[in-house]
């Protein structure tokens, strides 16, 4: 290669192929067929909700608080790899060029993060703020004018020794308020916050100055954000690529110790092990019941919402768990085991269904203790039984495959 904007050229091309050979399989899923559905469903609800937003509702707050999630996690895809820190490092006085082809990329490709929630927000900040299109399309504007500062910062904060997680914080904090002000129509409040962000820029701009690149750090965070996606890959296919991480939660040890000691029940016990112990399986199980959790608390659905609510969460969270049935494939070592293919599903089995009943009984509660009786007990008794229609009907189908 004659030239850095070759390298990055390459580089780009290669990511492109392989994020399509993986969206093959993504997009192909029937799945998709469900979200559809899902969506369906969820904007008839949506459209009902918006009939009758309780008063008082913090419409706007929310709003903010999603937009300023979205335009904070901005950052530049810089394709780096583990190899370049030796083979780059004597170019790395024109590795500008690189980087100038790079943050254009990352802009665009990452703009899906702020359409998603403005066209969801859209309907909701019609109602609360009575305005027209274009005022919305003046807001969206500026939200991207706020994410490509955002960008600018998080690159420039790269050069520097600053904590990352402050100044994501930092950054949040005043994403959130930008976004809070211009979408309220507080136009006076939102000036010297982008006043404020300029100084960031100005700040880091000059912090810079002179600084070489922070190459571990940039090829650490390249190789998270590829994490990223080869973990959401791995639910609809293998991932060779995929780097498992473990994480000791000694609160949670007590469900192991629970896990009858024999032979046949050694898949039970890996199976288990997995789940409270890895950073992807009990983290979606985690985050889903919070999530949904929030939303029956807060969002009050009717007796057939809220066992929709629940069935759409153990299905989400079960189609994604599936994965753990091939945690142990790649390794060698439990192929010597003297354990049976059907001592394994049937550990899998037993473990998935355990994890779907505890997320429809902690539903259930959530309903219960909201004072909603009769949702938390169908929700609870629907949530039963689809579990075991899942388990033993769907999950088995898609293991034997």
Same mark, same amino acid.
């Given at each position: 290669? %004659? ?35 899902? !969506? ?22 929310? /709003?903010?608080?999603? $937009? ?42 990452? #703009?899906? /993060? ?66 809070? $002000? ?6 006076? $409040? ?7 962000? !300029? ?70 016990? /890996? ?12 983290? @979606? ?11 029956? !608390?807060?969002?009050?659905? %009717?007796?057939?919402?809220?066992? !929709?609510?629940? #069935? ?8 994604? @768990? @599936?994965?753990?049935?091939?945690? $142990? ?11 049976? #293919? ?60």
């Amino acid at each position: 290669m %004659n030239s850095v904007e070759e390298i990055w050229k390459k580089r780009l091309e290669e990511h492109t192929k392989e994020v399509q050979s993986y969206l093959k399989y993504m997009l192909n899923d029937h799945l998709l067929i469900v979200v559809v559905f899902m !969506l369906g469903g969820g904007a008839v609800w949506y459209s009902q909700w918006l009939k009758a937003i309780p008063e008082g509702f913090p419409a706007i707050w929310i /709003m903010a608080a999603v $937009f300023g999630l979205a335009i904070t996690a901005s950052s530049v895809r810089t394709l780096l790899k583990e190899a370049d820190i030796v083979f780059l490092l004597p170019l790395e006085k024109k590795m500008e060029a690189y980087f100038k082809q790079a943050f254009p990329y990352s802009f665009f490709s990452q #703009l899906y /993060m702020l359409i998603l929630p403005a066209v969801v927000f859209a309907p909701l900040y019609f109602a609360v703020q009575h305005a027209g299109g274009l005022d919305y399309l003046w807001v969206f504007l500026q939200l991207l004018i706020i994410k490509g500062f955002n960008m600018q910062v998080s690159w420039l904060s790269s050069f520097t020794e600053s904590s990352k997680g402050l100044e994501a914080v930092i950054r949040y904090v005043l994403n959130a308020l930008l976004a809070y $002000f211009i979408l309220s129509g507080h136009w006076l $409040f939102a000036l010297p916050l982008y006043a404020v962000l !300029l100084l960031l820029v100005f700040y880091f701009n000059r912090a810079s100055k002179g600084k070489g690149l922070k190459w571990e750090r940039l090829i650490s965070q390249e190789n998270a954000k590829k994490q990223s996606f080869y973990r959401l890959a791995n639910l609809f296919t293998d991932v060779p690529k995929l780097k498992k991480q473990a994480r000791r939660r000694k609160y949670l040890d007590w469900v192991l110790s629970a896990v009858k000691y024999s032979q046949a029940h050694s898949y039970h016990y /890996m199976f288990a092990r997995a789940f409270v112990r890895g950073t992807d399986y009990f983290g @979606i199980f985690a985050r889903l019941t919070v999530i949904t959790a929030l939303i029956l !608390l807060f969002f009050s659905p %009717n007796m057939t919402g809220a066992v !929709l609510v629940v #069935l759409c969460a153990l299905f989400l969270t079960g189609i994604q @768990i @599936i994965a753990l049935y091939k945690h $142990f494939d790649l390794l060698m070592l439990p192929e010597l085991y003297p354990v049976s #293919l059907q001592d394994k599903k049937k550990g899998f089995y037993h473990v998935l269904q355990n994890v779907l009943l505890i997320q429809a009984a902690v539903l259930g509660i959530v309903l219960l203790a909201a004072g909603k009786w009769a949702e938390g007990g169908l929700g609870l008794a629907a949530g039963i039984v689809f579990t075991f229609i899942f388990v033993q009907g769907y999950v088995r189908a898609r293991v034997a495959k």
